[in-house]
């Protein structure tokens, strides 16, 4: 059975850091693209950034130039490194794989509180 561990979440200050980890443990075939997803309360989950097996990345306009997504593919991992927090920033920060098999897997949320 397929899992994404996530870690990393956590309250912060406004113009704080958190970096966020996801990693798989299982039998997962290639993993295609990975991404990094958030909902804040009352609000649909969105997109926050996405990267590709060669390490092309895109991201949200609201978080372009404050966070960096990257990946390693040996070990099933992807990060989301957050910088300049804001309260806005705060969420339940989803990863996100989806395998060349057209598979999906969610992991199981983690918060993330930007506040003074």
């Known amino acids: 059975q397929v899992q994404l561990v996530e870690s990393g979440g956590g309250l912060v200050q406004p113009g704080g850091s958190l970096r966020l980890s996801c990693t798989a443990s299982?039998?997962?075939?290639?993993?295609?693209?990975m991404a990094w997803y958030r909902q804040a309360p009352g609000s649909q989950r969105e997109l926050v950034a996405t990267?590709?097996?060669?390490?092309?990345?895109n991201y949200a306009g609201s978080v372009k130039g404050r966070f960096t997504i990257s990946r390693d593919n040996a070990k099933r991992t992807v990060w989301l490194q957050m910088n300049s927090l804001s309260p806005e920033d705060t969420a339940v920060y989803y990863c996100?794989?989806?395998?060349?098999?057209?598979?999906?897997?969610w992991g199981q949320g983690t918060q993330v509180t930007v506040s003074s």
């Open positions: 996100y794989y989806r395998t060349v098999l057209g598979n999906d897997y």
């Open positions: 299982g039998s997962i075939s290639s993993i295609a693209n």
């Open positions: 990267v590709t097996p060669g390490g092309s990345t």
